[in-house]
């Protein structure tokens, strides 16, 4: 759908959906100063939170204030996911050089950090964890997950084998 706003409006539209040709739904009017304190108010919600979710979202926070940690290995931050279906861990995604190669056509590559998460306290494991990330190089604990094989060698590490089932 496109969402647009239109003075004192917030209008839903243009309602789309990938495996059907024709999707038949009205167009949706919310009062413009409503949806916004809504939307507010749902982005400050953590409470569906589990553990491991406050945790990367704490650190990706706390990472993404320490501005130069990562430019001294020539690295950018991608993001600190949790998944429902890995309950007691989070995965810190970096990108070597930087994204901006992607788009430049220039080699790079993604790595992949998996941190296990106990169940202490998140505030204090996403500090923990900050400083022992920002003490070394993450790409010494982390491993490739993005790129190509070409980029790899271009960049000088190697390509990760393929898992076999």
């Known amino acids: 759908m496109t969402i647009r706003r239109d003075g004192d409006r917030v209008i839903w539209s243009e309602w789309r959906n ?17 949806y916004q304190t809504e939307a507010e108010r749902a982005v ?55 994204r901006s190669a992607i788009r430049e056509d220039r080699p790079w590559l993604q790595f992949q950090v998996v941190l296990d998460v106990p169940s202490d306290d998140p505030e204090r494991q996403a500090e923990r964890l900050a400083e022992q990330l920002v003490a070394g190089d ?14 790899a060698r271009q960049l ?10």
């Open 18 to 34: 990938p495996d059907k040709d024709n999707v038949d739904l009205p167009e949706f009017w919310f009062d413009a100063r409503e």
């Open 44 to 98: 400050a919600d953590h409470s569906w939170e589990w553990p491991a979710r406050t945790v990367a979202r704490l650190l990706e926070l706390d990472l993404r204030e320490r501005a130069g940690w990562l430019a001294r290995w020539e690295c950018e931050l991608g993001g600190v996911s949790a998944w429902l279906w890995e309950p007691d861990q989070i995965n810190l995604f970096l990108f070597h050089p930087c």
């Open 138 to 151: 993450p790409r010494q604990t982390a491993e490739v997950c993005g790129g190509s094989p070409e980029y």
């Open 156 to 165: 000088g590490y190697p390509w990760p084998q393929r898992r076999r089932a």
